[in-house]
Protein backbone atom coordinates (compact mmCIF):
# COMPACT_ATOMS: atom_id res chain seq x y z
CA UNK A 1 0.00 0.00 0.00
CA UNK A 2 1.35 3.37 -1.01
CA UNK A 3 0.95 6.49 1.07
CA UNK A 4 1.15 10.14 -0.38
CA UNK A 5 3.82 11.09 1.29
CA UNK A 6 5.78 7.97 -0.31
CA UNK A 7 4.26 8.93 -4.31
CA UNK A 8 5.62 12.94 -3.52
CA UNK A 9 9.17 11.37 -3.14
CA UNK A 10 9.03 10.23 -6.76
CA UNK A 11 7.56 12.89 -8.59
CA UNK A 12 11.01 13.96 -9.96
CA UNK A 13 11.19 10.42 -12.01
CA UNK A 14 8.32 10.67 -13.63
CA UNK A 15 6.82 13.55 -15.30
CA UNK A 16 6.28 17.06 -13.77
CA UNK A 17 2.93 16.84 -12.16
CA UNK A 18 0.24 19.88 -11.30
CA UNK A 19 -1.47 20.47 -7.89
CA UNK A 20 -3.43 22.81 -7.23
CA UNK A 21 -3.25 23.79 -2.99
CA UNK A 22 -5.84 25.80 -1.11
CA UNK A 23 -4.15 27.88 1.07
CA UNK A 24 -5.81 29.92 3.62
CA UNK A 25 -3.10 31.86 5.06
CA UNK A 26 -2.48 29.74 7.65
CA UNK A 27 0.22 27.29 8.71
CA UNK A 28 -1.09 24.25 7.80
CA UNK A 29 -2.00 24.71 4.06
CA UNK A 30 1.21 26.97 3.51
CA UNK A 31 3.36 23.77 4.63
CA UNK A 32 1.38 21.70 2.12
CA UNK A 33 2.03 23.80 -0.46
CA UNK A 34 5.88 23.80 1.04
CA UNK A 35 6.10 20.15 0.78
CA UNK A 36 4.82 19.43 -2.55
CA UNK A 37 7.32 22.12 -4.22
CA UNK A 38 9.85 20.38 -2.20
CA UNK A 39 8.92 17.03 -3.96
CA UNK A 40 8.79 18.29 -7.34
CA UNK A 41 5.29 19.03 -8.12
CA UNK A 42 4.05 22.26 -10.43
CA UNK A 43 2.35 24.20 -7.24
CA UNK A 44 -0.19 26.68 -7.55
CA UNK A 45 -1.91 28.19 -5.10
CA UNK A 46 -5.32 29.37 -4.65
CA UNK A 47 -7.54 31.24 -1.76
CA UNK A 48 -11.09 30.21 -1.35
CA UNK A 49 -13.40 33.55 -0.47
CA UNK A 50 -16.26 32.23 1.32
CA UNK A 51 -19.51 34.07 2.04
CA UNK A 52 -19.21 35.56 5.32
CA UNK A 53 -21.46 37.81 7.91
CA UNK A 54 -21.62 41.40 6.51
CA UNK A 55 -20.76 44.35 8.80
CA UNK A 56 -20.92 42.50 12.54
CA UNK A 57 -18.81 42.27 15.11
CA UNK A 58 -15.00 41.79 13.59
CA UNK A 59 -13.83 39.80 10.89
CA UNK A 60 -13.13 35.89 11.45
CA UNK A 61 -9.68 35.18 10.68
CA UNK A 62 -9.87 32.18 8.19
CA UNK A 63 -11.81 34.06 5.29
CA UNK A 64 -10.45 37.60 6.36
CA UNK A 65 -8.14 40.09 4.07
CA UNK A 66 -6.01 39.40 6.66
CA UNK A 67 -5.86 35.13 5.29
CA UNK A 68 -6.25 36.23 1.95
CA UNK A 69 -2.91 38.47 2.10
CA UNK A 70 -1.12 35.58 4.43
CA UNK A 71 -1.63 33.51 1.81
CA UNK A 72 -0.70 35.70 -0.77
CA UNK A 73 3.01 36.23 0.86
CA UNK A 74 3.66 32.66 1.48
CA UNK A 75 2.61 32.10 -2.27
CA UNK A 76 5.19 34.39 -3.00
CA UNK A 77 7.67 33.22 -0.84
CA UNK A 78 7.43 29.86 -2.00
CA UNK A 79 7.64 31.65 -5.69
CA UNK A 80 4.08 29.76 -6.98
CA UNK A 81 1.31 31.19 -8.57
CA UNK A 82 -1.33 31.96 -6.70
CA UNK A 83 -4.99 32.86 -7.67
CA UNK A 84 -8.53 34.07 -5.58
CA UNK A 85 -11.56 31.92 -6.32
CA UNK A 86 -14.56 33.76 -5.20
CA UNK A 87 -16.97 31.06 -3.79
CA UNK A 88 -19.02 33.22 -1.90
CA UNK A 89 -22.19 32.20 -3.59
CA UNK A 90 -22.20 28.45 -3.36
CA UNK A 91 -21.21 28.78 0.23
CA UNK A 92 -23.65 30.93 1.30
CA UNK A 93 -26.30 28.36 -0.43
CA UNK A 94 -24.18 25.00 0.37
CA UNK A 95 -23.12 26.03 4.03
CA UNK A 96 -24.50 29.02 5.61
CA UNK A 97 -28.16 28.52 4.58
CA UNK A 98 -27.97 24.36 5.11
CA UNK A 99 -26.77 25.66 8.82
CA UNK A 100 -29.92 27.93 9.43
CA UNK A 101 -32.22 25.72 8.31
CA UNK A 102 -30.83 22.73 10.13
CA UNK A 103 -31.64 25.05 13.54
CA UNK A 104 -34.95 25.89 12.37
CA UNK A 105 -35.55 22.91 12.37
CA UNK A 106 -34.25 21.50 16.07
CA UNK A 107 -31.11 20.38 14.48
CA UNK A 108 -27.55 20.99 15.35
CA UNK A 109 -25.53 21.20 11.91
CA UNK A 110 -22.19 20.09 11.34
CA UNK A 111 -21.41 22.96 8.44
CA UNK A 112 -17.50 21.86 7.97
CA UNK A 113 -18.72 18.29 6.34
CA UNK A 114 -20.88 20.57 4.22
CA UNK A 115 -17.75 22.60 3.16
CA UNK A 116 -15.76 20.12 2.75
CA UNK A 117 -18.68 18.03 0.38
CA UNK A 118 -19.64 20.90 -1.53
CA UNK A 119 -17.12 23.68 -1.58
CA UNK A 120 -13.60 22.46 -0.94
CA UNK A 121 -13.96 19.04 -2.47
CA UNK A 122 -16.58 19.90 -4.77
CA UNK A 123 -16.82 23.58 -6.46
CA UNK A 124 -13.19 23.86 -5.83
CA UNK A 125 -12.59 20.39 -7.46
CA UNK A 126 -14.27 21.56 -10.72
CA UNK A 127 -11.56 24.53 -10.60
CA UNK A 128 -8.81 22.39 -10.37
CA UNK A 129 -9.96 20.48 -13.13
CA UNK A 130 -9.62 24.33 -15.32
CA UNK A 131 -6.26 24.82 -14.27
CA UNK A 132 -5.54 21.34 -15.73
CA UNK A 133 -3.99 20.26 -12.51
CA UNK A 134 -3.86 16.71 -11.57
CA UNK A 135 -4.66 17.11 -8.15
CA UNK A 136 -6.47 19.50 -5.15
CA UNK A 137 -4.12 19.55 -2.13
CA UNK A 138 -4.98 20.53 1.48
CA UNK A 139 -3.83 21.16 4.82
CA UNK A 140 -6.43 18.34 6.51
CA UNK A 141 -4.47 16.28 9.21
CA UNK A 142 -5.55 12.87 7.52
CA UNK A 143 -3.47 9.87 6.19
CA UNK A 144 -4.77 8.97 2.33
CA UNK A 145 -3.50 5.46 1.38
CA UNK A 146 -3.00 4.21 -2.54
CA UNK A 147 -4.13 0.12 -2.81
CA UNK A 148 -1.92 -0.65 -6.39
CA UNK A 149 -4.17 -3.70 -7.37
CA UNK A 150 -2.75 -6.97 -8.74
CA UNK A 151 -4.45 -6.36 -12.26
CA UNK A 152 -3.70 -4.47 -14.36
CA UNK A 153 -7.29 -3.99 -15.33
CA UNK A 154 -8.52 -3.22 -12.47
CA UNK A 155 -8.57 0.51 -10.54
CA UNK A 156 -6.24 1.21 -7.71
CA UNK A 157 -8.39 1.50 -4.46
CA UNK A 158 -8.14 4.50 -1.97
CA UNK A 159 -8.29 4.45 2.06
CA UNK A 160 -8.36 6.85 4.07
CA UNK A 161 -6.79 6.57 7.90
CA UNK A 162 -6.90 9.12 11.01
CA UNK A 163 -4.01 11.73 10.93
CA UNK A 164 -0.80 10.58 12.65
CA UNK A 165 -1.44 13.26 15.08
CA UNK A 166 -4.49 12.13 16.85
CA UNK A 167 -4.97 15.44 18.57
CA UNK A 168 -4.97 17.10 15.35
CA UNK A 169 -6.88 14.37 13.14
CA UNK A 170 -9.45 15.65 10.66
CA UNK A 171 -11.20 12.48 9.45
CA UNK A 172 -14.59 13.15 11.33
CA UNK A 173 -15.05 15.72 8.54
CA UNK A 174 -14.33 14.24 5.34
CA UNK A 175 -16.69 11.16 5.41
CA UNK A 176 -18.58 12.30 2.58
CA UNK A 177 -15.45 11.87 0.16
CA UNK A 178 -15.64 9.01 -2.72
CA UNK A 179 -13.08 7.01 -4.51
CA UNK A 180 -13.64 9.13 -7.24
CA UNK A 181 -12.59 12.61 -5.68
CA UNK A 182 -9.54 10.35 -3.63
CA UNK A 183 -7.67 9.69 -6.38
CA UNK A 184 -7.24 13.64 -7.59
CA UNK A 185 -6.61 14.59 -4.06
CA UNK A 186 -3.16 14.92 -1.69
CA UNK A 187 -3.07 15.17 2.11
CA UNK A 188 0.37 16.38 2.37
CA UNK A 189 1.04 16.77 6.32
CA UNK A 190 -1.29 13.72 7.37
CA UNK A 191 1.75 11.97 8.63
CA UNK A 192 3.48 14.54 10.64
CA UNK A 193 2.39 15.99 13.84
CA UNK A 194 1.41 19.38 14.80
CA UNK A 195 5.06 20.61 16.14
CA UNK A 196 6.33 19.23 13.08
CA UNK A 197 4.55 20.86 10.79
CA UNK A 198 5.33 24.11 12.50
CA UNK A 199 8.74 23.33 12.56
CA UNK A 200 8.55 22.83 8.76
CA UNK A 201 7.08 26.43 8.01
CA UNK A 202 9.60 27.75 10.23
CA UNK A 203 12.49 26.14 8.13
CA UNK A 204 11.04 26.56 5.04
CA UNK A 205 11.10 30.46 6.05
CA UNK A 206 7.33 30.85 6.01
CA UNK A 207 5.97 33.83 7.16
CA UNK A 208 2.72 32.30 8.92
CA UNK A 209 5.19 30.28 11.12
CA UNK A 210 3.95 30.81 14.49
CA UNK A 211 0.57 32.07 13.42
CA UNK A 212 -2.13 30.71 15.69
CA UNK A 213 -5.11 27.86 14.57
CA UNK A 214 -8.44 29.23 13.95
CA UNK A 215 -11.20 27.57 16.12
CA UNK A 216 -14.57 30.00 14.81
CA UNK A 217 -17.23 28.72 12.37
CA UNK A 218 -15.52 30.41 9.93
CA UNK A 219 -18.50 32.38 8.47
CA UNK A 220 -20.05 34.24 12.01
CA UNK A 221 -18.07 37.08 13.14
CA UNK A 222 -20.34 37.59 16.10
CA UNK A 223 -20.98 34.58 18.57
CA UNK A 224 -23.38 31.59 17.58
CA UNK A 225 -26.20 32.32 19.29
CA UNK A 226 -25.81 36.43 18.10
CA UNK A 227 -25.99 34.99 14.66
CA UNK A 228 -28.70 32.66 14.81
CA UNK A 229 -30.70 35.69 16.81
CA UNK A 230 -30.31 37.64 13.80
CA UNK A 231 -31.03 35.12 11.09
CA UNK A 232 -33.75 33.25 12.60
CA UNK A 233 -36.99 33.87 14.19
CA UNK A 234 -38.50 32.09 17.05
CA UNK A 235 -40.95 32.59 19.83
CA UNK A 236 -39.71 32.00 23.54
CA UNK A 237 -41.39 30.09 25.73
CA UNK A 238 -41.05 27.40 28.80
CA UNK A 239 -38.10 26.07 30.03
CA UNK A 240 -39.50 22.82 32.27
CA UNK A 241 -37.48 19.68 34.23
CA UNK A 242 -38.19 16.07 33.13
CA UNK A 243 -41.08 16.46 36.08
CA UNK A 244 -43.22 19.09 33.92
CA UNK A 245 -41.81 21.75 36.41
CA UNK A 246 -41.60 25.74 35.31
CA UNK A 247 -37.93 26.56 36.39
CA UNK A 248 -37.43 29.70 33.94
CA UNK A 249 -38.14 30.76 30.33
CA UNK A 250 -35.99 30.27 27.30
CA UNK A 251 -35.46 32.43 24.04
CA UNK A 252 -36.65 30.14 21.45
CA UNK A 253 -36.11 25.98 20.82
CA UNK A 254 -33.47 26.60 17.51
CA UNK A 255 -30.84 28.58 19.79
CA UNK A 256 -30.30 25.42 22.17
CA UNK A 257 -28.55 22.27 21.69
CA UNK A 258 -29.17 18.63 23.31
CA UNK A 259 -26.48 18.34 25.93
CA UNK A 260 -26.04 22.29 26.73
CA UNK A 261 -25.81 23.83 30.05
CA UNK A 262 -23.84 27.14 29.57
CA UNK A 263 -26.48 29.82 28.36
CA UNK A 264 -29.81 28.43 29.92
CA UNK A 265 -29.68 31.20 32.57
CA UNK A 266 -31.91 29.32 35.51
CA UNK A 267 -31.04 29.52 38.66
CA UNK A 268 -31.70 27.33 41.75
CA UNK A 269 -29.97 24.06 42.29
CA UNK A 270 -28.60 23.79 38.96
CA UNK A 271 -26.51 22.89 36.74
CA UNK A 272 -29.08 22.19 34.50
CA UNK A 273 -28.72 20.33 30.82
CA UNK A 274 -30.40 20.41 27.55
CA UNK A 275 -31.95 16.66 27.53
CA UNK A 276 -35.07 17.18 24.99
CA UNK A 277 -37.13 20.17 22.46
CA UNK A 278 -40.28 19.86 22.40
CA UNK A 279 -41.53 21.47 19.10
CA UNK A 280 -45.44 21.09 19.63
CA UNK A 281 -45.68 22.78 23.01
CA UNK A 282 -42.55 25.23 22.43
CA UNK A 283 -40.93 23.57 26.01
CA UNK A 284 -36.89 23.12 26.26
CA UNK A 285 -37.25 20.33 28.95
CA UNK A 286 -33.70 20.22 31.22
CA UNK A 287 -32.56 17.63 33.80
CA UNK A 288 -29.69 17.66 36.36
CA UNK A 289 -26.81 15.35 36.63
CA UNK A 290 -28.44 12.55 38.01
CA UNK A 291 -31.55 12.87 35.73
CA UNK A 292 -28.52 12.35 32.76
CA UNK A 293 -28.16 8.75 32.88
CA UNK A 294 -31.62 8.23 32.00
CA UNK A 295 -32.77 11.06 29.94
CA UNK A 296 -29.31 12.00 28.30
CA UNK A 297 -27.80 8.63 27.30
CA UNK A 298 -28.68 6.61 24.61
CA UNK A 299 -27.45 3.18 23.48
CA UNK A 300 -29.23 3.55 19.61
CA UNK A 301 -29.62 6.20 16.90
CA UNK A 302 -30.40 6.00 13.60
CA UNK A 303 -28.18 7.55 10.48
CA UNK A 304 -29.47 8.83 7.19
CA UNK A 305 -26.98 10.24 4.45
CA UNK A 306 -24.76 7.53 4.62
CA UNK A 307 -21.59 7.50 2.78
CA UNK A 308 -19.04 4.34 2.64
CA UNK A 309 -15.87 5.82 1.51
CA UNK A 310 -15.28 2.91 -0.55
CA UNK A 311 -18.32 2.81 -2.58
CA UNK A 312 -19.32 -0.34 -1.48
CA UNK A 313 -21.92 -1.15 1.57
CA UNK A 314 -19.88 -3.73 4.29
CA UNK A 315 -22.14 -6.89 5.42
CA UNK A 316 -24.59 -6.17 8.14
CA UNK A 317 -24.95 -5.96 10.98
CA UNK A 318 -21.26 -4.49 10.51
CA UNK A 319 -19.21 -4.55 13.81
CA UNK A 320 -17.23 -0.78 13.90
CA UNK A 321 -16.09 2.37 15.90
CA UNK A 322 -18.28 4.70 15.99
CA UNK A 323 -17.50 8.67 16.89
CA UNK A 324 -20.55 10.89 17.21
CA UNK A 325 -19.09 14.45 17.34
CA UNK A 326 -15.47 15.71 16.64
CA UNK A 327 -14.07 15.61 20.31
CA UNK A 328 -15.52 12.34 21.32
CA UNK A 329 -13.72 9.28 21.44
CA UNK A 330 -14.31 6.14 19.36
CA UNK A 331 -16.73 3.66 20.51
CA UNK A 332 -17.32 0.24 19.73
CA UNK A 333 -21.01 -0.49 18.36
CA UNK A 334 -22.86 -2.20 15.58
CA UNK A 335 -24.23 -1.11 12.43
CA UNK A 336 -27.68 -2.43 10.91
CA UNK A 337 -29.27 -1.77 7.55
CA UNK A 338 -33.13 -0.28 8.03
CA UNK A 339 -33.80 0.74 4.29
CA UNK A 340 -31.74 1.99 1.49
CA UNK A 341 -31.39 5.07 2.99
CA UNK A 342 -31.53 4.21 7.13
CA UNK A 343 -29.44 2.50 8.68
CA UNK A 344 -29.52 1.51 12.74
CA UNK A 345 -26.50 2.04 15.17
CA UNK A 346 -26.00 -0.08 18.36
CA UNK A 347 -23.37 0.76 20.67
CA UNK A 348 -22.08 -1.43 23.23
CA UNK A 349 -22.19 1.53 26.18
CA UNK A 350 -25.03 4.34 26.50
CA UNK A 351 -23.68 7.74 24.80
CA UNK A 352 -24.05 10.93 26.42
CA UNK A 353 -26.08 13.97 24.26
CA UNK A 354 -26.46 11.83 20.54
CA UNK A 355 -27.47 14.86 18.45
CA UNK A 356 -29.46 15.19 15.58
CA UNK A 357 -28.14 17.05 12.48
CA UNK A 358 -24.54 15.72 13.80
CA UNK A 359 -22.57 13.21 11.99
CA UNK A 360 -21.79 9.73 13.07
CA UNK A 361 -18.77 8.38 11.82
CA UNK A 362 -17.42 4.83 11.13
CA UNK A 363 -13.84 3.67 12.01
CA UNK A 364 -11.84 0.25 11.49
CA UNK A 365 -8.81 -0.24 12.70
CA UNK A 366 -8.08 3.16 12.41
CA UNK A 367 -9.35 3.75 9.17
CA UNK A 368 -12.09 6.10 8.35
CA UNK A 369 -14.91 3.76 6.75
CA UNK A 370 -17.93 6.46 5.94
CA UNK A 371 -20.53 8.00 7.95
CA UNK A 372 -23.84 9.58 8.14
CA UNK A 373 -26.20 11.93 9.47
CA UNK A 374 -27.70 11.57 12.87
CA UNK A 375 -31.30 11.65 12.85
CA UNK A 376 -34.96 10.54 11.21
Known amino acids: MESRKEQTKTVGSRRRRKAVVAMSGGVDSSVAAALLKKAGFEVIGVFVKFWKEPGRGKENRCCSAEAQTDARRVAAKLKIPFYTINAEKEFKKRVVDYFLREYRAGQTPNPCVECNRWIKFGLLMEKVLAFGADFLATGHYIRLRREIPNLKSQAPKYRLLAAKDKSKDQSYFLWALTQEKLKKILFPIGD ?153 ILFSAPQRAITPGQSAVFYKGGELLGGGVIGY
Not at 282 to 288: D, E, F, R
Request: glycine share 8%; with cysteine; charged share 30%.
Open 192 to 344: YLKSEVRQMAKKFGLPVFEKKDSQEVCFINTDLYAFLNAHIRANGGIIEDINAKKIGKHEGLPFYTIGQRRGLKIGGSGPYYVVKKDFKKNILIVGKEDDLKSKLFQKETIVRKVNWISGKEPKFPFCCKVKIRYLSPMSPAKIFKIQNSKYK
